[in-house]
Structures are given as C-alpha cells and as structure tokens.
C-alpha cells in the first residue's frame, strides 16, 4: 500500500515536471500521445478486458471530435457545451455498434466493426456537414478562466488531468465487480451466463466504455488540433490503434497506455519512412502474437515464470483441504414440495430427436440421480433446465413459476445452479474471482453507481470478497485462492467448480458428472460434500456415470435412454428393470453397472491425463 502511493505521487511529480524539459514540438507530440493513450484505453476495456472485437474505436474517435467542430463551428456552441454534447454523441454510437455482438461474436463481430468504422469514414468524407475531404477548420479551443489553454504546455495539464481520471476509472472498473464479469464473460460467456451475468447487457457495456473513452479522445483531439479531416479517422490509423494495443497487452489497461505512447513516439521517430515504418508495425504485431500473445505487459509474468523454472522453485506447497460441511438445516415440513417440474420436454437438433417428452419431478430436499448411457440426453437435459436451450416443445417449471424461455442468468438469480461436465472455469480469472462471480448477485444496471456513487461499489466489493474467502474456506480451498484454475489438478478444478456453483446460494444444485476423472478418495469426499449441500437445503440434481456413487447418494433415480425416460424409481429398482440392463447391454459390461467402481469408464472426450 505504501509503495503504491508513493510509486502514484512519483508518477504524479513526473507527469507535473515533464513540460519544463521539452521543446514546443516534443509537447505536442506527447499531447498527441495522451489521446491515443485514451483511445487505447477504450480498446483494452472492450477487447482485451470483455473480449468484444472492436475495430470501430476511430469512429467513436471521429464521433467526438466532428460532434465538437460541428457543434461550435456551424451552430456556434461553446466548446463545453459541446465537448459534453460530443461524449454522449460518441456512447450513443457506441451502443449502436455495440447491437451487433448480441448476435455474432470474434471475427465476425470484427468485420461487423471494421464495416460500421468504414461507412463513418466514407460519410465524413462525402457529407457537406462534415466539410467533406476538406475536414473543418477553426474549431475554437477550450477556455477556462485564468488558464491559456491555446499554449500546448497548459494543454498537456488538461489533458494530463482528463487522462488520469480516465484510467484510475478504467482500473476501478477492472478490479471491482462490472470488470470482474466482463473478464467472465470474455473466459466464458455461456459459464458467466450461468452464474447469473446479463450478458446481452454486458456486451453493450462493452462497447459503452470503448466509446466514451473515443469520445473523450475525440473532444481532447478536436480542442487541441482546431482541426478535423478524414484523415485522422482513417482505418490506417484504426490499425496502428489495434497494434497499440496488442503491443502493449491488451488484457492490460497500463499496458495498452504503454503502446499507444511507445507507437505514438516511434510513428513521429519514423515519420520520414511512414510506408516502411507500417510494415516494420505489422511485422512486429505478427511477432507479437505469436511470441508474447500478452504483449508488453505480459512479459514481467513470463520472465518470472521462466525464472523460476530455473531454479527449479516450485511455488508454495498447496493443499486441497477437507471440506467444512453446511450447518444442516431441519426442514419444518419434511420437505416432499415440488421444486421443479419437466413436462413432455423434447429437444430436436435438425434431425436428431435428443429429448423425447421428458417428464419427471424433484422435489425439494431430493438427491436425485440421472443416469442412461452416453448420448441419452442427460446434459441436453440440465441444458434445458438452466437455460441454455430453449425446448422445442414441453414446459419447465422452476419454484412455481414457468421457466420454460427463462435466460440462464435469470435462472441463476432465481436460484438455479450448475457445473459442467467438461469443467468450464474462467481460465484467466484466479479461482477467489470465479467464486467471487459467483457471489455477485448484483443486476447490471447497479453500474450507474461506477459513475454517481463509487463508495457504493466499494462496499459491495468488500461484501462480496469477505464472502468468498468463507466460501473457500469451507471447500478446502484457501491455499488455491490466487491460482490459475486451469493449472490445477482436475480434481481441484472440479472441487472449485461445486464451490462456485454453491457461491450463488442456489435452490437447485445441477451436477453434470461431478465423478468424471476424480481418484477414489476423490469420489469418497465428494459424497460427503454432495451430503452436505443436501442436508443444508439446497435440492441436488445429479448426472453421473459410477452406479456406486448414485447407489450410494441417490434416493430416486431417473434412467434416460435415447432421449426418453425409460424407468424411475430407487437405484435398486432401476438397476434391476430389464429395460435398463438393455439399454446398458450394447454399451459396457453389465457387471460395471452395479459395482463400486470409482473413477470413470474410459469414454473418449475425457481428459484422463488430468486424473490424479
Ligand atoms: P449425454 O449427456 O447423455 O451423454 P447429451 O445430452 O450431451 O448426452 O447429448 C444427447 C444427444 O444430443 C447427442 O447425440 C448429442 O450429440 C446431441 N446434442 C447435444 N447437444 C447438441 C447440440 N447443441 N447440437 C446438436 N446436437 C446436440
Ligand atoms: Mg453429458
């Protein structure tokens, strides 16, 4: 904490004195820098940060800067006035080129950008009230009393302050709750979904952030230059953008500022040799990609990573530690309500029929088993149940209500929680961030608090991390809090996932094959934690391919095969209907069926090299 301030009041100091060294054109070079530094800014929030393509910040750019030369030339505005006017201007086209990424999503969604980018580049450049080819001149400056700001030095103060605001608010967006989803998002969209992130809303939150920070670009460019032209706009300079920002890291705010200001000085270095100089910048992005995917700012990481390989230093000895279990809670009515209702649900892919009528009813309190062979349809099932397929016909009713098109976050905010069979953990956040998505049962429109009540954000934070370390505590995790998730053995990962599923507080527990790739004593802590979470509340739906754990958890059982419900009743019962020893017969030994066989059956699609 300490050396943070002090390192922000170094920074600060040497932001302050850096006129005093510099020569009238250095100054309005480094002027310069400062907006691609913003512009930059806005392209890390939405493509490295929420993984939303944008190749459309030049217009967000374009947007702010003809809004103030129009707004103060043609219909003589202030340049305040119109500089406000200009941002809004700017967000409003962001939303608009943020719709198509609720449909389309990576490349598509970047030609979709590059598309909207260059329809905004031919129109300022054929429109008569953007001055055509010509551009517009004489934009008045900004004024403010007592300060010249036509002097580039005191220019650089103001843009120094905008630019400083702007990123101590990109970072508290980052690290607080909203960045926090949007970097689930980006890992894992139908995973953050699940856990109860909006994401339609999110990927316009997307969009809004890149385009209020073009927008800011653009009224500081506007105000600075006096000047706007096509040029400045052009997908020529939409590039040397997207390089800033892959050269610096895009996953990296400081580091997106530290490829636009490095770009932005060796551009002005090289600006005798501009055509070999945009080679030499698509070599090194190439370079980049391939050799240090993370840019600039992931390079420490790396270093340290090889460093320590070297000396052969394993980090800190980690343990899975025994789970605490719930405090039980005694049910005044002996449970036996309905919690969830499946009716005549089908689900048809094309031409395969992969639910046919499904019916069946848990009720609250219940551990029930789902079982049947592989491609019976167990996980098209909970598929269905959270959300993620709309069914073709049949109705799901959740607590009551009918949740039959229900999107998986309003299913995850009404108490629905699941895991899934090929573990889908967000791979860039630390295993305390994927709880703490989890815990987070805020609605997104909670972010006008990031601009009117920050405090408010704050405390929501600390609420939620406090949470989280309990959380981990009691799943055993603590000395995993700040690990990779994906660089842990899977049986950790699936131990993380429960935790994840249970941060949300759910009515509902789906467990889509929680046993696959867990060694004996694995399984045998999981029955204690499945327990647990019954006994606390929480109704259990589990699909699961080892009959000894369903034996031994399950009080009901649910067969599926090819689609269809083949027989229900206790796991001796079903295990002894001719039609499930059938079903089973073409697939593996029969005897496999009853026995306590821990582990997995080897099916391909499985990641048995993780097994440990
Ligand atoms: P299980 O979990 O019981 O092994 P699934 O529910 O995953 O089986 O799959 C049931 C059938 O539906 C399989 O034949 C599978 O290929 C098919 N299926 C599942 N999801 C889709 C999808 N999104 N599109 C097309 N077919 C699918
Ligand atoms: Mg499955």
């Known amino acids: 904490m300490k050396t943070r ?112 980018a260059l329809g905004f580049i031919n129109w300022i450049t054929n429109a008569e009230v953007t001055g055509g080819a010509d551009g517009i001149s004489g934009v008045p400056g900004p004024t403010l009393p007592g300060i010249d700001l036509s002097s580039e030095y005191l220019y650089y103060y103001l843009e120094a302050v905008v630019f400083g605001l702007a990123l101590v608010f990109g970072l508290f967006v980052v690290r607080t709750s909203l960045g926090r989803r949007l970097r689930a998002m980006r890992d ?60 610096g890291g895009r996953r990296s705010l400081v580091g997106c500022v530290v490829g636009a200001v490095g770009l932005t000085l060796v551009r002005e270095w090289l600006s005798d040799f501009s055509t070999y100089a945009q080679l030499g910048y698509g070599v090194v992005v190439v370079l980049m990609v391939v050799f240090a995917p993370t840019g600039l700012a992931g390079v420490p990481d790396r270093l340290r990573g090889v460093y320590e390989r070297r000396r052969g ?124 998505v989890a815990l987070d049962r805020s609605r997104t429109w909670t972010i006008w608090q990031y601009v009117l009540w920050q405090p408010g954000v704050w405390a929501h934070e600390r609420r939620l991390r406090a949470r989280a370390d309990e959380v981990l505590e009691r799943f055993g995790l603590s000395d995993f809090a700040g690990a990779d998730p994906t660089s842990l053995p899977y049986g950790i990962q699936r131990r993380i996932e429960i935790a994840r599923a249970m941060a949300a507080e759910p009515r509902l527990l789906l467990l889509d094959e929680p046993a696959a790739g867990l060694n004996g004593e694995e399984v045998r802590q999981l029955i204690g934690v499945v327990r647990s979470i019954r006994d606390s509340g929480t109704t259990v739906i589990l699909i699961e391919h080892n009959m000894g754990l369903v034996m031994n958890l399950c009080e009901k059982v649910t067969v599926l095969s090819s689609g269809s419900v083949i027989a229900e009743g206790t796991p001796q019962e079903v295990v002894a209907a001719p039609e499930v020893i059938e079903a089973y017969l073409g697939e593996s030994d029969l005897a496999e069926i009853g026995m306590d066989a821990p582990g997995t059956a080897d099916r391909p699609g499985r990641p048995q090299e993780a097994t440990s």
Do not use: C
Not at 58 to 78: D, P, S
Not at 341 to 359: K, N, P, Y
């Open 313 to 436: 230093r394993q980090s800190v000895r980690a343990e899975l530690r025994p789970f605490t279990p719930y405090p039980p809670v005694e049910r005044a009515d002996g449970g036996g309500d309905v919690l969830l209702t499946v009716e005549g649900v089908t689900q048809q892919f094309r031409g395969l029929r992969a639910l046919d009528e499904v019916s069946l009813t848990v009720d609250a309190g219940e551990i029930r088993g789902i079982v049947g062979p592989n491609g019976s349809g167990k996980t098209t099932l909970f598929n269905v149940i959270s959300g993620f397929y709309r069914a073709t016909a049949g109705t799901v009713r959740f607590a009551g209500a009918d949740t039959t098109t229900a999107r998986p976050y309003a299913l995850s905010l009404a108490g629905v929680s699941r895991t899934f069979q090929n573990l889908r953990l967000f791979g860039q956040l630390t295993v305390r961030e994927n709880v703490l």
């Open 188 to 247: 894992d969209s139908l995973a953050a979904g699940a856990m109860g992130a909006e994401i339609p809303l999110l990927r316009m939150t997307a969009f809004l952030l890149a385009s209020l920070y073009g927008g800011l670009a653009g009224v500081l460019y506007a105000g600075l230059i006096r000047y706007v032209a096509p040029e400045t706009f052009s997908i020529g300079n939409m590039f040397i953008l997207l390089a800033m920002v892959i050269i």
């Open 5 to 116: 301030i002090g390192t922000t009041g170094a920074l600060v100091a040497a932001a302050w004195a850096l006129p005093y060294g510099l020569g009238s054109y250095t100054i309005h070079v480094v002027d310069i820098a400062l907006i691609y530094a913003l512009l930059a800014i806005g392209m890390g929030l939405a493509m490295g940060i929420s993984g939303q393509v944008n190749l459309a910040q030049v217009a967000f750019f374009g947007v702010g800067a003809y809004t103030v030369a129009i707004l103060t030339t043609g219909y003589g505005h202030g340049f305040w006035t119109a500089a406000l006017l200009a941002v809004l201007a700017s967000v409003v086209t962001g939303l608009f080129v943020g719709v198509p990424a609720l449909r389309m999503q990576s490349h598509y969604l970047g030609i979709v950008t590059l598309g909207l």
